[in-house]
């Protein structure tokens, strides 16, 4: 799955590796879903490079804020991707030249209040582009709105998102057995959602401060189902 690359962690379901996802992703092998969430773009800085510059990130009320460049997903037949409203336009290009898509809604019954005439962070968005047959689970998961709060996070990592949330993503995506990618890791929750669910998982972490977070998380015991 990884020739050449040192894992940071590994076990039978999870491996992390500390790098670039640019220079890492092309020595894996084959992987059945993509799922990441990588820097939201919530100013107007510029991407960067193939999957943006990380050594940059601060921290703005909880999120990133020079975004990526999403052409890292072409070629990619089954993928999650989180993203902000600023990166809409360029995402659904993307999504539009796969054979089927569809637009999710990550909605938070307790959003972080707002003022100066502005409408509630309430809702985050989720794209899911995928080729014929890539859509699993029953009818009871297979909602576009998806109810979760915000807050109460398992790390420190500034933009974790709620392990139910991804593990959802998990069930949507793909089957037991099969493999997910996430070239953005951070505190590895797509990692934790797989190993939970019966998946394996490569994560994918510049800063590793997240890895050895991430790690710490992995060696946990599986939760039940």
Not at 3 to 25: N, S
Not at 71 to 84: A, E, H, P
Not at 144 to 152: D, F, I, L, T
Request: proline letters at 6%.
């Amino acid at each position: 799955m990884c020739a050449g690359v040192k894992p940071y962690y590994q076990d039978d379901a999870v491996t992390i590796i500390h790098g670039d996802c640019r220079e890492i992703v092309p020595t894996l092998g084959r992987f059945d879903l993509l799922l990441t969430d990588p820097p939201y773009q919530l100013s107007d800085m510029g991407g960067g490079g193939a999957f943006g510059d990380r050594k940059h990130i601060v921290n703005t009320k909880g999120f990133t804020d020079k975004g990526v460049d999403f052409s890292f997903l072409n070629g990619i037949d089954n993928w999650f991707c989180c993203y902000s409203r600023q990166q809409l336009s360029v995402l659904l290009k993307i999504a539009e030249s796969m054979p089927r898509w569809n637009l999710l809604t990550w909605c938070k019954p307790n959003p972080v209040p707002t003022c100066n005439n502005k409408y509630l962070p309430d809702i985050e968005f989720i794209i899911h582009a995928f080729q014929k047959g890539k859509l699993f689970g029953g009818m009871n998961i297979k909602s576009c709105y998806m109810v979760y709060p915000c807050g109460n996070k398992e790390t420190d990592h500034p933009n974790e998102k709620p392990l139910k949330l991804i593990k959802k993503l998990v069930l949507l995506g793909t089957q037991e057995g099969e493999t997910i990618l996430d070239p953005f890791a951070g505190s590895c929750t797509t990692g934790r959602a797989a190993k939970d669910l019966r998946r394996k998982c490569v994560c994918i972490e510049m800063e590793e401060k997240y890895c050895e977070i991430g790690a710490k998380r992995m060696a946990q015991e599986v939760l039940a189902l």
